[in-house]
C-alpha cells in the first residue's frame, strides 16, 4: 500500500511550480483512447499556444491541453496549421506571433521557413524561407551577397536538409536537425543565431553534445538552458531513446548528452518530446508493440529536483518526504468540486490513511484576479466544501482542518493566460501533525 501511496504523492509533487531544472520520473503512460493513438501514426508533436500540444494524423492537425493527471481530455482538429506543408515538429514564438517550420523547398530538400500570424484573418500567411548564411543552395540567388559561402554544404544519405526545429525562449536561436559534411556523421544538432529581422547566422553544430557516427534528432530546447533530443548513440536501450544536455558554463557551449532511464525510454524508438507547459506533464512519441500503431503517444510525470540533475529513483514513503497533495481545480468564482475529480478524492482518502491519528490542513485558494476579500472568502469556501467531503466518506472531522488563503500563495506569480489562472484555482491538503506513536 506504502508502494502505491508513494506513486499518488507524485502525481501530487507533480505540479509544482514549472522550471526548467526537472526530470522524467514514475512511469510512462499509454493512451488506450482511440480518439488520441489509432492505427496511423501520431507524430509529430509540437508546444503550441497557451500551454497546448499539437500532433499530426496523415494531412489533419490535432490539439490537446493536458490536464494535471496526465489525461488528455479531449482533442480537436487545428485547422490554422493544415495547408502550410510542415513537415516534422515546429517551433511557435509566442512574443513574436512567428511559426518556424521545415519543409521541402524548391531544390527538393527541406529547408526552415517562417510565417506570420495574420490576426484579422485568423490564420498562418507571408510564409517565407529564412535567409541563413553559408548555405550553398542559395548561391545563386544570392550571388552578390555574404550569404553565398560554399564551404557549408548540403549532402547525405537521403537526409539533408533542416529539420524538426525549436526556437530558445528569448527567440533569436533555432535548434534543428539536419545531416552535412560538417557534422558528425548522421543526422546531428545543429543551431542558428538571429543576426537581423532578414538573416540568420551560419549554422554551427552543438559538437558537445553530438555522437560521432550516431542520428541526433527532434530537439527541443527549454528556456535555452536544458536540451532534449533523440539518439541512437551506443549505451541507450535500444532505437531512438531520449536524451538531454545542460547548458554550458560558457556561451553556446553545452554539455554531455545524458541518456533518460527505462523510466521513459525502452527498446522501442522514444523520441519527440512535447512539454505539457501548464502541467507539468512530458509527453513523447513511442513505437513500442502495446501501442495502437507504429507512432503512438505517451507521457511521463515531471518533478523539481536538485541542480545536479540527479535519476536516482525517488524515496518512498517508507522514509516520507511530507504529504502535500495539490488538487481540485475550481472554475473562476466556483467553489464545488468538478465531477471528473471525484476519483482523485477517494485516493487522496486512501493516502490519508496512511497516517493515522495525523491531523491535516485544507488550505482553499483563487487565482491573482479580483479583490483581497472577495478571493479570501471564496478559498475558504473551496476548503470548507472538500473538508465536507472527506467527512461524508468517513475522514474523522476532528482530524481536518480548513483555511482559505485567498490569492497570496500563487502557483503561478505572473499568471497571463486561463490555463495559468486554473492552476491557481486549487485546494491542498498537507499534514500540519503527526501521531508520533505510530
Given at each position: 500500500m506504502k508502494n502505491i501511496v508513494a506513486l499518488i504523492m507524485l502525481i501530487g509533487l507533480a505540479l509544482n511550480v514549472y522550471s526548467v531544472e526537472e526530470r522524467l520520473t514514475g512511469a510512462s503512460s499509454y493512451f488506450e483512447s482511440s480518439e488520441v493513438n489509432t492505427s496511423a501514426k501520431e507524430l509529430p508533436m509540437s508546444p503550441y499556444k497557451n500551454g497546448t500540444i499539437v500532433f499530426f494524423r496523415k494531412d489533419t492537425a490535432y490539439m490537446f491541453t493536458p490536464n494535471q493527471y496526465l489525461m488528455i481530455d479531449k482533442i480537436t482538429p487545428c485547422p490554422e496549421l493544415m495547408g502550410l506543408g510542415i513537415e516534422g515538429t515546429f517551433a511557435y514564438d509566442e512574443k513574436a506571433n512567428k511559426l518556424y517550420f521545415s519543409k521541402k523547398g524548391e531544390t527538393g530538400a527541406n529547408d526552415l521557413f517562417v510565417a506570420t500570424w495574420n490576426e484579422k484573418e485568423k490564420k498562418w500567411d507571408a510564409v517565407e524561407m529564412l535567409q541563413i548564411r553559408g548555405v550553398m543552395k542559395q548561391q545563386k540567388a544570392y550571388r552578390n551577397s555574404s550569404l553565398a559561402v560554399a564551404r557549408w554544404v548540403q549532402t547525405g544519405r537521403g537526409a539533408s536538409g533542416f529539420y524538426n526545429p525549436s526556437l530558445s525562449a528569448d527567440g533569436k536561436k533555432i535548434y534543428f536537425s539536419g545531416e552535412f559534411k560538417a557534422g558528425k556523421g548522421g543526422r546531428d544538432i545543429w543551431y542558428i543565431e538571429k543576426e537581423s529581422d532578414a538573416i540568420w547566422t551560419r549554422p554551427q553544430l552543438i559538437s558537445e553534445s553530438n555522437a560521432t557516427a550516431s542520428n541526433e534528432d527532434y530537439p527541443l530546447v527549454i528556456g535555452d538552458t536544458l536540451l532534449y533530443f533523440a539518439s541512437d548513440r551506443e549505451g541507450g536501450l535500444g532505437g531512438l531513446d531520449i536524451c538531454y544536455a545542460k547548458k554550458g558554463a560558457q556561451e553556446h557551449?553545452?554539455?554531455?548528452?545524458?541518456?533518460?532511464?527505462?523510466?521513459?525510454?525502452?527498446?522501442?524508438?522514444?523520441?519527440?518530446?512535447?512539454?505539457?507547459?501548464?502541467?507539468?506533464?512530458?509527453?513523447?512519441?513511442?513505437?513500442?508493440?502495446?501501442?495502437?500503431?507504429?507512432?503512438?503517444?505517451?507521457?511521463?510525470?515531471?518533478?523539481?529536483?536538485?541542480?545536479?540533475?540527479?535519476?536516482?529513483?525517488?524515496?518512498?514513503?517508507?522514509?516520507?518526504?511530507?504529504?502535500?497533495?495539490?488538487?481540485?481545480?475550481?472554475?473562476?468564482?466556483?467553489y464545488d468540486m468538478k465531477p471528473e475529480y471525484e476519483v482523485q478524492l477517494d485516493e487522496l482518502i486512501a493516502a490519508m490513511a496512511e497516517y493515522p491519528g495525523a491531523k491535516f490542513e485544507i488550505s482553499g485558494h483563487t487565482d491573482v484576479r479580483g479583490e483581497d476579500d472577495y478571493n479570501t472568502k471564496l478559498s475558504d469556501?473551496?476548503?470548507?466544501?472538500?473538508?465536507?467531503?472527506?467527512?461524508?466518506?468517513?475522514?474523522?472531522?476532528?482530524?481536518?482542518?480548513?483555511?482559505?488563503?485567498?490569492?497570496?500563495?500563487?502557483?503561478?506569480?505572473?499568471?497571463?493566460?486561463e490555463p495559468e489562472h486554473e492552476q491557481n484555482r486549487r485546494v491542498e491538503v498537507r499534514i500540519i501533525e503527526e501521531d508520533v506513536n505510530e
Open positions: 557551449t553545452w554539455g554531455k548528452a545524458e541518456i533518460l532511464s527505462d523510466v521513459v525510454n525502452s527498446s522501442a524508438n522514444d523520441y519527440n518530446v512535447a512539454f505539457g507547459k501548464m502541467n507539468h506533464s512530458v509527453f513523447f512519441i513511442s513505437d513500442r508493440t502495446e501501442g495502437h500503431g507504429d507512432a503512438d503517444i505517451y507521457s511521463a510525470v515531471l518533478l523539481n529536483i536538485a541542480p545536479d540533475f540527479d535519476l536516482t529513483a525517488l524515496p518512498t514513503m517508507d522514509e516520507p518526504k511530507g504529504f502535500n497533495w495539490i488538487l481540485f481545480f475550481f472554475d473562476l468564482d466556483k469556501k473551496r476548503a470548507r466544501f472538500v473538508r465536507e467531503l472527506l467527512i461524508k466518506r468517513g475522514v474523522d472531522p476532528s482530524s481536518l482542518v480548513a483555511v482559505g488563503r485567498g490569492k497570496t500563495e500563487p502557483i503561478i506569480k505572473d499568471a497571463q493566460t
